[in-house]
């Protein structure tokens, strides 16, 4: 049962620390989703990856954002320092290609204090 | 920017009823999806349907779509308390390099 995996689940850290997400595409899929979600904005792109490859990181508040795929079962999300407005939930998803159905991860909760 | 308006925001209805949702977008497109999100849950996909297709079906679910009138609509017949959940539109525009832009989506709540 192929499924998108996010580490963690939940991440709970005071203001200023690094915070780094992990996620594991379905193997075979060459195409990685960030997304953020907020009551207040909805579900928002961050960044994405076609074979490893960054497309588009518009999205992303480039001073405090990172995203990278060290090898193709693995993207990550870094923040560094966090702030308090960066609460929100952290969906990876995974694709064939931008134009096709995305598999999301079940996403990591962060409150930053 | 929003390319996709849900419409409308919240839907309360009974089990066994029709729910309907729409979807406006703004800009050409190459498909439109529709996606699912349970409380406390990524989403999942429900439907993709192309810009040269009007009507698609899977099981108790019926997507339309009309480009001229740059909208879609999402039909679950015969709804069910697990239909519970917020459903999400989400579009690919015609243009090179560009990847799914979602809506804020209408939130379902089907009651027994």
């Known amino acids: 049962d192929a499924r998108v995996t996010q580490t963690p689940r939940h991440k709970v850290t005071e203001m200023g620390q690094e915070v780094t997400m992990r996620c594991q595409p379905i193997?075979?899929?060459?195409?990685v989703f960030w997304y953020r979600q907020t009551m207040m904005q909805g579900l928002e792109l961050l960044a994405y990856?076609?074979?490893?490859?960054?497309?588009?990181d518009s999205g992303m508040p480039k001073d405090r954002f990172s995203a990278e795929m060290p090898d193709a079962t693995l993207a990550t999300l870094k923040i560094q320092p966090s702030e308090p407005r960066d609460s929100a939930v952290y969906f990876c998803a995974s694709g064939l290609s931008e134009e096709d159905e995305q598999y999301f991860g079940p996403g990591t909760r962060l409150t930053v204090t | 920017s929003q390319q996709g308006e849900e419409d409308p925001q919240a839907l309360s209805i009974q089990e066994g009823e029709n729910a309907t949702m729409n979807c406006s977008y703004k800009?050409?497109?190459?498909?439109l999806q529709w996606y699912r999100q349970n409380s406390g849950r990524g989403l999942v996909h429900l439907i993709l349907i192309r810009s040269n297709e009007r009507e698609k079906h899977s099981g108790r679910l019926r997507v339309t779509l009309d480009t001229s009138k740059k909208s879609s609509s999402l039909l679950i017949t015969a709804s069910r308390a697990a239909d519970t959940a917020s459903y999400f539109c989400?579009?690919?525009?015609?243009?090179?390099?560009?990847?799914?832009?979602f809506g804020k989506g209408t939130t379902l709540s089907v009651s027994s």
């Open positions: 800009t050409s497109i190459n498909n």
């Open positions: 990856f076609r074979n490893r490859a960054p497309l588009d």
């Open positions: 989400a579009t690919v525009i015609n243009q090179a390099g560009t990847a799914l832009i």
């Open positions: 193997l075979g899929h060459n195409t």
